[in-house]
């Protein structure tokens, strides 16, 4: 099985700053990598997909980048509402992997 | 409006049975799968499996398969999550989630609200 991890597990920024994040696969995963955020008690939300295109509607600040093995995912100008926790995902047909989760929030 | 609504909250004693639902509406509910997901209280997301509603064909992740079944009836364009017998480590939020495939990428792009099952004696 595919393993994904995630660094760092949790991040403290102000707002505007630009935030990345990373996220690792344990085997060449070629771009097939998601990336969601989760706001506290809500459920995920997809925001990149194919690890660099953004999903209808979401924000220009949020971007992905990366193939194979190494994925960065990067908010551009760090908002309040974009405190949440973020996700990676994999895609190994047929089976799904996400990745520990990333938290953020506002220093 | 396209959307996959779940059902409510379930408190459950060990050993009982249950099974959950997710509605969708809004599409062609045999088009795409439906994957289930949990979050256990303070923790990430887990992928449990998928089914295809088409012809209910099914896939688990390792550290489900045996433990809960996915179902789908298509008449009714809704999809299920069904234990024989809960554990208390079971509880958790589960949540349905719709699967776009094209020839190029596969993610999650509609989800459910959730459903909270608790199991405690």
């Known amino acids: 099985d595919i393993q994904m991890t995630q660094s760092p597990s949790s991040l403290s920024a102000s707002v505007g700053d630009r935030v990345t994040i990373t996220c690792q696969a344990s085997?060449?995963?070629?771009?097939?990598l998601n990336w969601y955020q989760q706001k506290p008690g809500k459920a995920p939300k997809l925001l990149i997909y194919?690890?660099?295109n953004l999903e209808t509607g979401v924000p220009s600040r949020f971007s992905g980048s990366g193939s194979g093995t190494d994925f960065t995912f990067t908010i551009s100008s760090l908002q309040p509402e974009d405190i949440a926790t973020y996700y990676c995902?994999?895609?190994?047909?047929?089976?799904?992997?996400f990745g520990p989760g990333t938290k953020v929030d506002i220093k | 409006e396209v959307q996959l609504v779940q059902s409510g909250a379930e408190v459950k004693k060990p050993g009982e049975s249950l099974r959950i639902s997710c509605k969708g509406s809004?599409?062609?509910?045999?088009?795409?799968?439906i994957s289930w997901v949990r979050q256990m209280p303070g923790k990430g997301l887990e992928w449990m499996g998928r089914?295809?509603?088409?012809?209910?064909?099914?896939n688990y992740s390792p550290s489900f398969q045996g433990h809960v079944t996915i179902s789908a009836d298509k008449s009714i364009s809704t999809a299920y999550l069904q234990w024989s017998s809960l554990k208390a480590s079971d509880t958790a939020m589960y949540y349905c989630?719709?699967?776009?495939?094209?020839?190029?990428?596969?993610?999650?792009?509609?989800w459910g609200q959730g459903t909270m099952v608790t199991v405690s004696s």
């Open positions: 809004g599409y062609s509910f045999t088009s795409y799968w």
């Open positions: 085997q060449d995963i070629s771009n097939y």
């Open positions: 194919d690890a660099s």
């Open positions: 995902q994999q895609y190994d047909n047929p089976l799904f992997t």
């Open positions: 089914i295809d509603p088409s012809d209910s064909y099914t």
């Open positions: 989630a719709r699967q776009y495939s094209s020839s190029w990428y596969d993610a999650f792009d509609i």
